[in-house]
């Protein structure tokens, strides 16, 4: 068993303060993840909305949750309540939703626009073009219950260290073109959200500001 206190401590160490880890909990028990909040580990991302109720309730309410998956139009309403950020957000329809529901409990949800950045088709995800046209609606500023606070990205899966330095690349160059076009008057857009276990120090070195880490700190994935 991986000894999650460890490797907590050891990738602080190696992460500069200024950059969020979120500890991806998906498919770990409650009892890991108490084991890594007892460390000092308050950021915890999930991908499926139903684990992620499961377990809230169980676990410290001053955690800091981030919904990291694809979301569904459907389940927004029952995470918008309590959710610190919503990584995922691929499309307007999406946000259009999160801001309805957002507006229903009086809350303003923090949001990553998810970019399209690999070579596989399972992955998610705006080009920057679909997001500058989206900023340029009318409808997109009348969103008033929505803060995006930056982008997110995956890099393909692929052992080509030289193929995901490319994709972070272009992922921290879709960063600055949004905040130097349409975000340069919005503090708050400082976020890019990229690096995963096996390839985070490409990620900092790209200027990843959150490395989403699950194996690294948890050990292996169990899997369902």
């Keep these: 068993m991986a000894d999650i206190s460890s490797n907590i401590i050891s990738l602080k160490s190696q992460v500069p303060p200024s950059v969020k880890i979120v500890a991806v909990s998906k498919t770990r028990p409650v009892s890991d993840i108490l084991i890594a909040y007892n460390t000092g ?18 676990l410290p309410a001053d955690i800091e949750w981030h919904l990291i998956g694809h979301l569904q139009s459907n389940k927004v309403k029952s995470i918008v309540p309590f959710i610190c950020m919503i990584q995922s957000v691929d499309s307007y329809k999406l946000l259009s939703c999160i801001n309805s529901e957002a507006g229903k409990v009086n809350r303003i949800v923090d949001c990553l626009l998810q970019i399209y950045i690999a070579t596989e088709e399972t992955k998610f995800g705006f080009n920057l073009e679909e997001i500058l046209e989206m900023v340029e609606l009318q409808e997109f500023n009348d969103l008033k219950n929505v803060r995006i606070r930056g982008i997110m990205g995956m890099a393909t899966l692929t052992l080509d260290n030289s193929q995901i330095e490319r994709e972070f690349r272009l992922l921290a160059d879709c960063f600055k ?23 985070y120090n490409i990620a900092l070195r790209e200027g990843s500001t959150m490395i989403r880490v699950g194996s690294l700190i948890f050990g292996e994935r169990n899997k369902f």
């Design 41 to 58: 580990q308050k950021v915890f991302g999930e991908n499926r909305v139903q684990e992620l109720l499961r377990k809230k309730d169980l």
């Design 177 to 199: 073109t949004l905040k130097n076009g349409y975000f340069a008057g919005y503090p708050h857009f400082d976020e890019i959200s990229m690096g995963m276990s096996g390839d």
